[in-house]
Nanobody, 114 residues
C-alpha cells in the first residue's frame, strides 16, 4: 500500500488549499480514508474521514470550512480547506486501514500565516 500526499503550502489566513492523496495497492473504492493533522509536540489528530459510500465526518474545529471527497476512478482522496486559520497549521497525513493494518502517507506541510 502506498499513499502519496500533495498540495500543502504557505497561505494567508482566510485563504484556501486543496490536499490530495493518491493511493495504490488497495481496493480503493471499498475503504474508509482519513486525513490527520499533527503539530510539533502533539499527537496526530483526525481532521476528516470519508467512508466507502461517501459518508463524511469532521473534527469540530474544521466543520463548515473543510470538505473531504474521493474519486474512486483516480484512487484519490481530497481535502478542500477554506477559510484557513493559523490554528490549522501542521503536517497533514492521509491514512487508510486495511487488512488489520494502518498505512500513512508521507505528510504535507500546511502553514497558515496571520
Amino acid at each position: 500500500v502506498q499513499l502519496q500526499a500533495s498540495g500543502g503550502g504557505l497561505v494567508q489566513a482566510g485563504g484556501s488549499l486543496r490536499l490530495s492523496c493518491a493511493a495504490s495497492g488497495i481496493i480503493f473504492r471499498l475503504i474508509t480514508l482519513d486525513w490527520y493533522r499533527q503539530v510539533p509536540g502533539k499527537q496526530r489528530d483526525v481532521v476528516a474521514s470519508i467512508t466507502s459510500v461517501g459518508g463524511t465526518n469532521y473534527a469540530t474545529s474544521v466543520k463548515g470550512r473543510f470538505t473531504i471527497s474521493r474519486d474512486n476512478v483516480k484512487s484519490t482522496v481530497y481535502l478542500q480547506m477554506n477559510s484557513l486559520e493559523p490554528e490549522d497549521t501542521g503536517v497533514y497525513y492521509c491514512r487508510v486501514a486495511t487488512g488489520g493494518k494502518a498505512y500513512w502517507g508521507q505528510g504535507t506541510q500546511v502553514t497558515v500565516s496571520s
